[in-house]
């Protein structure tokens, strides 16, 4: 099992910036990509951002330029700064951790809100 615990959410007005950090511990070694995604209301679940074992990041087009993700293998953190917030980033952010294999698992935070005021 793998735990996920977010941290990092709150208002900010647009423009500004926010860090979101999630702390991963439990059976993490196999863990192959981990990333982070975001509901907004009334809308479903997206991918923002997400770092694969070796590196490879991949983004929300919505979200290139202005976000980074970055993971600290010692920390076993996975964190996305947030650059130049616009209203629409807005939402309920998820953490996600993916083991592939012959069965695929995901695992997911409990999440963390952002709003962006304009």
């Known amino acids: 099992q793998v735990q996920l615990v977010e941290s990092g959410g709150g208002l900010v007005q647009a423009g500004g910036s926010l860090r979101l950090s999630c702390a991963a511990s439990?059976?993490?070694?196999?863990?192959?990509?981990a990333g982070w995604y975001r509901q907004a209301p009334g809308k479903q679940r997206e991918l923002v951002a997400v770092?694969?074992?070796?590196?490879?990041?991949n983004y929300a087009d919505s979200v290139k330029g202005r976000f980074t993700i970055s993971r600290d293998n010692i920390k076993n953190t996975v964190n996305l700064q947030m650059n130049t917030l616009k209203p629409e980033d807005t939402g309920v952010y998820y953490c996600?951790?993916?083991?592939?294999?012959?069965?695929?698992?995901?695992?997911w935070g409990q999440g963390t809100q952002v709003t962006v005021s304009s």
């Open positions: 439990g059976i993490i070694l196999s863990i192959n990509r």
């Open positions: 996600n951790a993916r083991r592939s294999g012959l069965v695929r698992t995901d695992y």
């Open positions: 770092i694969e074992t070796g590196g490879y990041t």
